[in-house]
């Protein structure tokens, strides 16, 4: 698939963008197979994208598989600053029909646990779509330079 590059003015038309070419791989998959496959992050890279997303026309939400890439330890999705409650606040609860499935991550138990079910969810998947937004310092989905792994 070819890419091409367009330049954007504002965060707002950069939102619009990304969510207007990621949703072409999402008809695509749809067209092609049962369901497709997302991966959905948090941040302020992605407000716009999340915005424009679920206006996206010709979307079936409800053949949609989704996946939470990143959230705080310990968090419960009623603390204020859970990326949980975000995404179902300005995403899940903001599309125009109910998604097929949306696996959340679950701060609340331990990180390992949660870590291989997560694994065990995505491991045979292929992902038709990851919107993942690279922050203003270079990190990508928390792992801010320098990351050590």
Request: charge should be negative; aromatic fraction near 8%.
């Amino acid at each position: 698939m070819a890419l091409t590059v367009h330049l954007v003015k504002t965060r707002q038309e950069m939102g619009a963008r990304a969510a207007a070419v990621g949703a072409g791989p999402m008809r695509a998959a749809l067209q092609q197979k049962a369901e497709a496959f997302i991966v959905l992050p948090t941040g302020a890279s992605q407000v716009e994208v999340h915005h424009h997303l679920v206006r996206a026309p010709n979307l079936d939400w409800s053949r949609v598989t989704a996946f939470h890439l990143d959230e705080y330890v310990g968090l419960s999705m009623d603390h204020p600053a859970s990326f949980r409650r975000y995404l179902k606040a300005r995403f899940v609860d903001q599309l125009p029909e109910p998604i097929g499935t949306f696996h959340y991550i679950n701060p609340d138990e331990d990180a390992v646990t949660e870590c291989a079910r997560l694994h065990t969810l995505i491991a045979d998947v292929a992902v038709d779509v990851a919107f993942v937004g690279i922050g203003e310092n270079g990190h990508l989905a928390f792992n801010d330079p320098p990351a050590d792994f």
